[in-house]
């Protein structure tokens, strides 16, 4: 079994000092075990952040994680030190949210409790002054009441996923990426949906690693159309977006010139 999986080549496992992993993929064993949705899941992401972020990072994956929880926690059967990473994400299907599974209790509970406690906090601020969660939530099914519940509860807040869910007359399933989205009630494509966690990784990196936060904060700031923390964008590209133009004020203008037009083209009737 190899558990990792590395997008870098070098001795170091994580590209921000401090952690073991860049990423650390959570989820219970039969979301995999039928169709490998898991492993492609992964296969992609990988794509896509070499696409967006130039060095590697790496990705813990067990392949054949403990799905129980163990009478007793062994360095075999417990995430241990591996937890200890940049971003979790957690595949959130029917079955995730047991408390009695280790995905749920080892890995997610625990690691909101880590995250919560340590230097940088489970929300943290982007160069862009966009808040995010370290905990980057999959969501493939539709979630009954309860299991929601149980997700916000743990988590303090409503829950933020990004969904790779197919839905239909009484289906869902995880969104596979050759779906046709106009068969699907969500009209979410795969790629694109790939596309939001990957752009949130790099968001999460940026903000946590000390040389490339202060580099994307000096860009952002000599960027058009930065805004002081205090009226911060909502994303990356909203700071990277034009200055935006205020079509009313130059309606306004023209308004004005007109009447003044008007009115000296009166007084010189008057005049003649």
Sequence with gaps: MVPVVYLKHDSMASIIPGYEYDIYISYRQEDNNHDGWVSEFIDHL?????????????????????????EILNADKSPGSKLRSAVFIPVISHTYCDPESSAWQNEFVAFNKMASADEA????????????????????????????????????CRLRSIDFVFSGAGI????????????????????DQIRKVASQVVEIIYALHP????KASSTYQTMPGYKHADSA?????????????????????AILLLLLILVLIFLVQKLV
């Design 46 to 70: 990988k794509r896509e952040i070499k696409f967006t972020f130039k060095e590697g990072i790496s990705i813990y994956f067990d392949e054949n994680p403990h799905d129980g929880l163990p």
């Design 121 to 156: 906090g489970r929300d943290i601020k982007s160069p862009s002054g966009n808040v995010c969660s370290r905990i980057i939530p999959v969501k493939i099914h539709d979630l009954d009441y309860e299991y929601k519940e149980l997700l916000e509860k743990e988590l303090g």
């Design 172 to 191: 869902s399933r995880p969104l596979k990426p050759d779906d046709n989205p106009d068969e699907n009630h969500n009209k979410t494509f795969y790629r």
């Design 211 to 214: 040389d490339k936060n202060k």
């Design 233 to 253: 964008p909502a994303s990356i590209a909203e700071a990277f977006a034009p200055p935006k133009r205020f079509p009313g004020r130059q309606v306004g203008l």
